[in-house]
């Protein structure tokens, strides 16, 4: 929806709010008007049912405001003497419009000082339960999410089983676009694969202040700009979704680009303004490797293997088995098998011919050897044209919301002629350590700001599903940070030692005010 829509939208809300609650407002003696003036009508509720005024603001956060809305109802009808079963049944299940119904054919008596808290154990249980949610959806959606890493593209960083708190503050948290949506669940519900949400009323893409920007070598997580799920059917029984953009599944790779930049691939390896990119130390990015072996000297690879953590697949390249392919190796991995007996060789393996599959689709580069390209700023001009339109055609399109006509050079945008396109907002280039086995940027291209989800920050559980017998949590991951200097320190000794001395202290505090009485 446009922001003319919403407009349209939000007064044809405060209309319907006028018309089923003027009475009720006249009879708390406030006066009728009140009740058709926008945001201002809602204060006036709250001193009406007697709630705290900054449930307001409650009303207008989404997803939030769902939760809220219910609970507004019910109070209403029971500030106005209607508290039995069935009235909480009817204006819930009416969405409200059983208040018409009090409105209009009810004698209404105002209980200005009717009892807030529950009258029963099931009632307070209730009030807890909604009370927890929206404090819990509060701050899943804007402070921070926890992520669990599903696949090995960020395999030496970050490890498959690995669980994770996403600041979304870093980046500035994003307003949910989508407003009509179960909390606290993605995009399907739990076990029974059906849409969790609506796609209709969609929020225009707004985020909230940054602490600070994205910056080259940070891991992000964000939505997957092409995603499309095809265990959804819409009416036609026409299987595959195009999903709203913040219920598209969430990826986790490391930003190699941030807008303004140029960036190539040369053998594998990122170059950024014609420099090469340094990761950090905590960074192992992994390249796949054929080891040479001489035949006649016996290798225990499975000691070997386990020395060097090598965690994806290895296995003979023919049936010679004279040379072994391993999918994925750190530097300092190939270095170590270079020093092995009965090792000849290790050698990089490099892609050299043209990839259709690669970004953007035009059978010219490959995973290893790339570019250069222009990663898009937000407010920067590039002339288009035959060459420069595979670029851009999915950010002027579907990105940024314009219609794109082609007539053989000749471009329109919007039904207007076009020889340049100005970019409305920022992308990224995100692309994962193992540089063999992870789906990024080079094969679906440039992520866009809206898509940013947030900053992966600390590691709560590390889950090791290659473990054996029941000890499979990696102890020396637990509690450690994502980012900072030097190698992860684990601080889940320190956690533990906080959490006795607060339940000792908790206990000599009790000891003493009962010696006390």
């Not at 809602?42 to 219910?70: A, C, D, E, H, Y």
């Not at 893409?205 to 891991?219: G, H, Q, S, V």
Request: with cysteine.
């Amino acid at each position: 929806m446009t922001l003319y829509l919403w407009f349209v939208f939000f007064l044809a809300v405060q209309i319907i709010h006028f018309l089923g609650t003027w009475k009720l407002y006249q009879a708390a003696g406030r006066k009728s008007w009140e009740a058709a003036v926008p945001v201002y009508n809602s204060i006036v509720l709250m001193k009406i049912i007697g709630r705290p005024t900054w449930w307001t603001l409650l009303l207008f956060i989404p997803i939030i405001n769902l939760i809220m809305f219910p609970v507004v109802w019910v109070e209403t009808l029971r500030t106005f003497g209607k508290k039995s079963s069935l009235d909480t049944f009817l204006g819930i299940f009416t969405f409200g419009f059983y208040i018409y119904y009090v409105n209009y054919t009810q004698k209404l008596e105002y209980n200005a000082n009717r009892k807030l808290t529950p009258e029963n154990k099931t009632a307070d249980t209730v009030s807890s339960l909604l009370f927890a949610i929206i404090v819990a959806t509060l701050v899943h959606t804007y402070i921070v999410q926890p992520y669990t890493i599903p696949t090995s593209s960020l395999e030496k960083s970050l490890l498959i089983g690995d669980f994770l708190f996403v600041s979304k503050v870093n980046y500035g948290p994003r307003v949910p676009m989508t407003t009509v949506a179960l909390p606290m669940v993605h995009d399907s519900i739990p076990f029974l694969k059906r849409k969790s949400y609506l796609k209709w009323p969609q929020l225009p893409y707004f985020r909230l202040p940054a602490f600070e920007k994205i910056k080259r070598t940070d891991i992000v997580v964000f939505n997957w700009p092409v995603d499309t799920v095809h265990y959804f059917y819409e009416p036609k029984g026409r299987p595959g979704v195009i999903k709203p953009i913040d219920k598209k599944s969430n990826y986790v790779k490391r930003c190699v680009g941030i807008p303004g930049d140029s960036l190539s691939i040369k053998d594998g390896f990122v170059f950024i303004n014609g420099k090469k990119l340094v990761l950090p130390e905590r960074a192992k990015p992994q390249y796949s490797y054929a080891v040479a072996l001489d035949g006649k000297t016996p290798i225990d690879f499975e000691t070997l293997l386990r020395e060097l953590d090598i965690t994806d697949r290895a296995g003979f390249k023919s049936e010679k088995r004279d040379t072994i392919f391993f999918a994925a190796l750190t530097e300092a991995s190939a270095e170590r098998l270079k020093n092995t007996p009965g090792i000849t060789d290790v050698r990089r393996e490099i892609d050299k011919g043209n990839d259709n599959a690669i970004f953007p689709h035009i059978n010219k580069w490959n995973q290893d050897n790339f570019g250069p390209i222009y990663i898009p700023e937000a407010g920067k001009t590039v002339a288009l044209n035959n060459v420069s339109l595979p670029f851009y055609k999915e950010i002027i399109t579907n990105y940024e919301g314009n219609t794109l006509q082609i007539d053989g050079s000749h471009y329109l945008i919007n039904g207007k002629p076009a020889t340049t396109y100005t970019f409305k907002q920022n992308y990224y280039w995100m692309m994962g350590d193992n540089r063999h086995n992870s789906e990024d940027s080079r094969y679906w291209g440039y992520v866009p700001e809206s898509h940013i989800v947030g900053k992966p920050v600390f590691i709560w559980l590390s889950w090791d599903t290659n473990g054996k017998g029941m000890n499979k949590i990696r102890w020396s991951r637990v509690f450690t940070t994502v980012d900072g200097e030097g190698q992860p320190q684990s601080y889940f000794k320190y956690f533990l030692i906080i959490l006795a001395l607060y339940f000792v202290g908790e206990f000599l505090w009790r000891k003493r005010k009962e010696n006390k009485a």
